[in-house]
């Protein structure tokens, strides 16, 4: 009896693996993938169910639950570490605007030099007309200097 427990905590931990990284790989859009990850684990699925049968007792049970919770959590760091390898970094948009007039010409020169995309359009802040900028970081570096370009310079919103 104790072998089956130990085939139906293998199987279900194999299941739960495969479940939780066909569901990461849908939503990163590994659509072939989840579609390959998907026919095997219905595969031992059934080897679950009839092996639980087979036992006829609810440590089954528990050993399937035991199995699913290792199974989720060493499935999604495993997911999570291989494809940070692979992940661009995100694009961010902030919204600045300038307090004065002279730090919109400072911030929108300082973006212009360091090749940032900036879209910019004229705003007020405190009734006073200042170049207000839609700025678009690619990376966590540029999105760092934006926040410190804008520091006691200017209102920075992410969006």
């Known amino acids: 009896m104790n072998k089956l427990y130990i085939l139906i905590f293998i199987l279900k931990l194999l299941d739960c693996l495969l479940t939780t990284t066909k569901t990461k790989a849908l939503i990163y859009?590994?659509?072939k993938l989840a579609g390959i990850l998907k026919s095997i684990a219905t595969v031992t699925n059934a080897l679950i169910l009839m092996n639980v049968v087979i036992s006829k007792s609810y440590i089954g049970i528990v050993i399937m639950g035991v199995a699913?919770?290792?199974?989720?959590i060493i499935a999604t760091q495993l997911f999570n570490k291989v494809n940070s390898r692979y992940k661009q970094d995100e694009t961010w948009t902030y919204f600045v605007v300038p307090k004065t007039r002279e730090y919109s010409k400072i911030i929108?020169?300082?973006l212009?030099?360091?090749n940032i995309k900036t879209f910019t359009l004229e705003g007020y802040n405190n009734k006073q007309s200042v170049l207000s900028s839609i700025v678009y970081a690619k990376t966590k570096e540029e999105s760092v200097f934006i926040k410190e370009l804008c520091y006691k310079k200017a209102y920075c919103q992410k969006l």
């Open 29 to 31: 859009g590994y659509d």
């Open 108 to 110: 929108a020169d300082t």
């Open 112 to 114: 212009k030099e360091y």
């Open 68 to 72: 699913e919770f290792l199974g989720t």
